[in-house]
């Protein structure tokens, strides 16, 4: 059932084109995200899944094709673009800096100096003011297993490191947030907390992004399931059209599904 709707996406792409030498990443991909889903991307390895968000995070430019940004023409020359707009990545390489503590990470890139001529001249880093709004931003999110805001990141388990990258990209006026295999090497117990960090954001509105190769855990949380095969979109589905060994047929051309039976877009 195709939901008939005149709602714009909030990221949108049409026929992303990318290619590196001879290899075809994204062969005319289509790709929709609305506000309030999680949409979970999955595929084969190789299926173009991280050059897709790449493309939307400002780490590559398509060849070809159009992106938009909430019906606006977009093309990021960087990710510090792609973030002005609202969209925040979390990449499967974690860039989280092992050395500082949990709250210099949060701000890494947009430190807040101190008010006045210190700041200003000095650039004198408010930490006080980063520390009590890390915090804060944490609390929003609802992890309470970062107790010491002061705690290095390196100290912290692979889940809470994880924990604070995902706060570092939710944390700044941001809409959409991409995660790129969040829980590949997070055990069971992290993986939970990283599904209800994902849950918590949607129920605050944002839009999510999640690649994932975990069935069961793309089942648990996702509205919607692209499934990307051979740099295109094979079909969408939903976790209630569709069992997990529909989407493992799918995404090896197994099986088909006709366009009027995709989930395009959320249901009204
Ligand atoms: N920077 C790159 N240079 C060369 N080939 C690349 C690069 N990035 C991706 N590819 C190739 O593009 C294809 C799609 O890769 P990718 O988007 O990473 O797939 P997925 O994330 O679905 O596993 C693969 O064949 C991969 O080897
Ligand atoms: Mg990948």
Known sequence: MTAATTVTPVVQGIDLVKTFGRVVALDGMNFELYSGEVLAVVGDNGAGKSTLIKCFSGAQSPDAGEMFINGEHAEFKSTSEARRHGVETVFQTLAVSPALDIASNLYLGREVRKPGFVGKVFRTLDKKRMRS??????????????????QAVETLSGGQRQAVA?????????QVIILDEPTAALGVNESARVLKMIQDLRDRGLSVILISHNMPQVFEVANRIHVARLGKRAAVVTPQTAS????????????????????LAPAP
């Open 244 to 263: 997990m060994n529909d989407v493992v047929a799918i995404m090896t051309g197994a099986m088909t599904v006709p366009e009027e039976e995709q989930q």
């Open 133 to 150: 709004e890390s915090s804060a931003h944490l609390k929003n999110l609802g992890i309470s297993t970062l107790q010491n805001i002061t």
């Open 166 to 174: 995902v706060a570092r990209a939710a944390a700044f006026g941001s």
